[in-house]
């Protein structure tokens, strides 16, 4: 979900032109309406071309998936499709639901399921951009004509629709992730006629980036969701109306607006003049303001994310286990929980959370020890200071990171006691540098982090190690080979096992150094109800409602 997560976070649609007025919606009926900041615009409103939180954070109103998370968990619910199985583990056969309607009134069927899938799987040429399809290439690899360098054999090869009702996927291989993966919105399902109709297959790479050219994702996202869509004002407002012929239990509040607040204070004084009624992404400094007003209330998201520093390894000396081993030894990570977290969040000791199966208490520990480091450094061969180009980003708070400048400025310090000489470098978060991390050239260290989309090790350690990363610039088969194996076994005690096995080596080659699992925060109008955060951070609003309504 993550989010938003360190999910590839790209560049703001640049056509404001195009985003101003939608068509779907028509007047807003009588009711309740539900208002709540975000940090930012969403990218696009077409799910299957977005990786960033703020996007789904309105997608999830509007799209469903074959499947989804139990409201505040991680745990795999019906949702579109009402059973699923395999006897395999390559052919997955999905019973859909009857009388289902898209929001133009186009019927949902095993054909349009079929669609869905096959679209992404015949993307080809701007569609194959890392910055248009980061989750099918992070979920399937790859596509049918692979245009793009860099990408492997896809996992997916087809969809057969046996009747109106029962879709099958085929795989190429086993894979137990590919089932919890489908949560992400991004695999949500769309009319077909609706993306006909609007262009969106249409698109180009714009300055490095992909846009997409036609008025789909910008103006007529057309999904089966609770809320359809009305209109998006870029900077001001993306507003949704209850779908009056949604198959499920319509939502008690007519109408939803999502503000996009980039500052952190003005989010919150926007929740305590009541110009919102929610607002996500709250800081521990502000969190003491919110508990002192009476008509305000606090409410957690589960954790589930993991901050990081990476550790590029193509990067000389960093390239030695024994360098590495005292940059871990040189963070004083216990410090910057404490001090920055607000009792909010405990030292990671390794890439994935503890209530994810797979961890495991056994991996090797690297607590705060400077002469341990300056040892390590000396017996690299090393002569102390060691430089260090080390990389934070700007302009940005994020849910496992609340204020960057200040973990950095804490963890350089300690390293500088530590043996390094410290050569500070920083970008802003969108566009560039969350861009820099993933290509593999913001510095030998980098700061980020990671909240997971589902409750699965492969989508932690999995999408960090499992193939060579420019981020981490190392390659190591026993890594990439175990996590292949987990990510394909069937057998659930078998899969616990290989991850933990695969955490232990992964904290003892040591291609990063995580360092805390926090626990975020959102703030509402004590009158707000039924509201659920989930883990991943991509929440419903279809049970939202207020007090006495």
């Known amino acids: 979900m993550r989010t938003v997560s360190t999910r590839l976070a790209f560049a703001l649609v640049a056509f404001a032109a195009l985003v101003a007025v939608g068509t779907a919606g028509g007047a807003s009926k009588a009711g309740p309406t539900f208002v709540i900041a975000g940090a930012s615009d969403p990218t696009y409103l077409d799910p299957a071309l977005v990786s960033d939180g703020e996007s789904f954070r309105v997608t999830e109103q509007i799209f469903e998936g074959l499947v989804k998370l139990k409201p505040g968990t991680t745990l795999l619910q019906p949702d579109l499709a009402t059973k699923w199985g395999s006897k395999n583990g390559k052919d997955w056969t999905f019973q859909l639901r009857?009388?289902?309607?898209?929001?133009?009134?186009?019927?949902?069927?095993?054909?349009?399921?079929?669609?869905?899938?096959?679209?992404?799987?015949?993307?080809?040429?701007?569609?194959?951009?890392?910055?248009?399809?980061?989750?099918?290439q992070t979920v399937f690899?790859?596509?049918?004509?692979?245009?793009?360098?860099?990408?492997?054999?896809?996992?997916?090869?087809?969809?057969?629709?046996?009747?109106k009702y029962t879709a099958v996927l085929h795989l190429t291989r086993k894979s137990s992730s590919f089932l919890p993966a489908l949560v992400i919105s991004s695999f949500a399902i769309q009319s077909p006629t609706a993306m006909k109709k609007y262009g969106a297959n249409q698109g180009v790479i714009q300055g490095g980036v992909f846009k997409a050219t036609g008025t789909y994702a910008t103006q007529h996202p057309t999904g089966t969701g609770p809320f359809k869509f009305k209109s998006w004002v870029l900077g001001q407002?993306?507003?949704?109306?209850?779908?009056?012929?949604?198959?499920?239990?319509?939502?008690?509040?007519?109408?939803?607006?999502?503000?996009?607040?980039?500052?952190?204070?003005?989010?919150?004084?926007?929740?305590?003049?009541?110009e919102v009624n929610g607002a996500d992404l709250i800081q521990p400094t502000d969190i003491p303001t919110i508990k002192k007003n009476k008509n305000l209330k606090l409410l957690n998201r589960p954790s589930f994310n993991v901050a990081y520093v990476t550790i590029n390894s193509a990067h000389a000396p960093f390239n030695k286990l024994a360098v590495r081993q005292a940059v871990a030894y040189g963070l004083d990570r216990a410090s910057v929980v404490k001090d920055f977290y607000a009792g909010r969040a405990i030292v990671a000791n390794e890439f994935m959370p503890p209530n994810l199966f797979?961890?495991?208490?056994?991996?090797?520990?690297?607590?705060?020890?400077?002469?341990?480091a300056k040892a390590l450094l000396r017996s690299a061969g090393l002569t102390l200071p060691v430089n260090v180009d080390f990389w934070y980003p700007t302009n940005v708070s994020r849910p496992y990171m609340p204020s960057p400048a200040l973990n950095f400025q804490a963890f350089s310090a300690s390293l500088e006691k530590s043996g390094f000489h410290v050569i500070?470098?920083?970008?802003?978060?969108?566009?560039?540098?969350?861009?820099?991390?993933?290509?593999?050239?913001?510095?030998?260290?980098?700061?980020?982090?990671?909240?997971?989309?589902?409750?699965?090790?492969?989508?932690?350690?999995?999408?960090?190690?499992?193939?060579?990363?420019?981020?981490?610039?190392f390659h190591n088969s026993a890594i990439f080979n175990i996590l292949a194996r987990a990510a394909s076994e069937t057998n659930f005690k078998k899969r616990v096992a290989l991850y933990q096995k695969a955490n232990i080596m992964?904290?003892?080659?040591?291609?990063?150094?995580?360092?805390?699992?926090?626990?975020?925060?959102?703030?509402?109008?004590?009158?707000?109800?039924?509201?659920?955060?989930?883990?991943?951070g991509t929440d419903p609003f279809a049970g939202v409602y207020f007090g006495g309504q």
Not at 141 to 163: I, P, V
Not at 358 to 372: A, E, F, H
């Open 358 to 372: 797979g961890w495991t208490s056994k991996v090797p520990k690297y607590p705060y020890n400077p002469t341990k």
């Open 424 to 473: 500070p470098h920083s970008a802003p978060w969108r566009p560039d540098y969350v861009g820099k991390v993933n290509a593999g050239t913001a510095g030998d260290l980098n700061l980020i982090g990671w909240t997971g989309d589902f409750g699965d090790p492969d989508n932690f350690v999995g999408t960090f190690f499992k193939t060579f990363e420019p981020q981490w610039g």
């Open 237 to 274: 407002k993306v507003e949704l109306l209850r779908n009056p012929t949604y198959w499920g239990k319509k939502p008690k509040i007519a109408r939803v607006i999502i503000q996009p607040i980039s500052n952190n204070t003005a989010r919150v004084q926007a929740l305590q003049s009541g």
């Open 506 to 536: 992964i904290m003892k080659f040591l291609p990063g150094v995580p360092y805390a699992h926090s626990r975020p925060a959102l703030g509402f109008q004590k009158k707000v109800k039924g509201y659920t955060a989930s883990p991943v």
């Open 141 to 163: 690899l790859g596509f049918k004509h692979n245009d793009a360098s860099g990408l492997s054999k896809s996992l997916y090869k087809g969809c057969t629709a046996r009747g």
């Open 98 to 136: 009857h009388g289902v309607k898209f929001q133009d009134n186009t019927p949902f069927n095993a054909a349009a399921v079929c669609a869905n899938f096959n679209r992404q799987y015949n993307f080809r040429g701007p569609f194959q951009d890392a910055s248009a399809t980061y989750y099918w």
